[in-house]
């Protein structure tokens, strides 16, 4: 259920946010944009949880793949309802992973 | 209730789990710890959610301060627990906020 993703360095794209009181439909597009995101060129896996907060982090081979992403006709729709609707706050951070480690029983 | 971090670059440190059936403590042990973590020198904030799989960002001024927070004696107590008894599995991934943006109503 975590991601498998190479040795760095690879990124990170960390989305935070907070749902608004207007729902309808975010699960539906969260699955579709989740699936799209899996057929771009350079995703290399995701994970995903909510409570008050809810996180998604995906991670990909470069800052290109990223921006490609951001711009996909289809995410930008997204995108927008998600401003105009879903959201009440959503913070978007880009990151280099310069280190993992982890542990498996 | 998403972290307020100031303005790029800082560190996030990307804490990816999955529990297993013994979770005996565990939550103490996390208040606990981010109590602790948010005492320490360079901490900037977190953000947290658990469902299948449980994500904790912490953020942090630079590479130092997590390298110092990893090594406090009372999180390293913790770490080893979790390895023990808590955690089917983990992934920590350090990483290097690059960019950041965000919307809010």
Redesign the interface.
Known sequence: ???Q?PA?PYY?V?F???L?EETTGYTEMSKLMVNLASQQAGYLGH?????????T?SYWKDLESIKIWKQNLDHQEAQTLG?LKW???????????????????
């Open positions: 259920m975590l991601a993703t760095p990170a960390i935070s946010s907070v608004s994970e995903s949880a909510r409570n008050e907060v809810g996180i982090v401003k959201y009440q706050c959503y913070k978007t951070r880009i990151c280099k992973v310069e280190r993992d480690y982890g542990f498996e029983i």
